[in-house]
């Protein structure tokens, strides 16, 4: 693990579940996430384009290093149907030892 990487989650929104189970599978299957976690049946309301919205949405929460994020963020985005997805990272503050060290062993270092 290098020196200051660290354990983050990435919260996103896909249109169904379908998309959302695509996306997160690849992500783990290339090694840039560990584990993600589809929540399907979310309502999202929001504006777009000056207009209120209101849709049926999935989260996907992805589990991945600080250094891998922008490659998650940019192969998500590879796969998405939005214009302008959600992607959000957030700081992980602590938790299991056990489990930080499986998800940073999981993940991918990036090429240096």
């Given at each position: ?74 192969e998500g985005r ?35």
């Amino acid at each position: 693990m290098q020196q200051n990487d660290k354990p983050v989650l990435i919260y996103a929104t896909f249109p169904d579940s379908a998309s959302a189970e695509e996306a997160g599978s690849a992500l783990v299957e290339l090694g840039l996430a560990a584990c993600v976690n589809i929540l399907p049946g979310m309502i999202s309301i929001y504006r777009w384009k000056g207009q209120r919205q209101r849709d049926q949405e999935c989260v996907l929460i992805i589990k991945t290093r600080e250094s891998l994020a922008e490659a998650v963020i940019a192969e998500g985005r590879r796969r998405h149907s939005y214009d302008n997805p959600a992607f959000l990272i957030l700081a992980v503050e602590g938790g299991s030892d056990g489990y930080i060290e499986w998800l940073m062993t999981e993940t991918t270092q990036p090429e240096t």
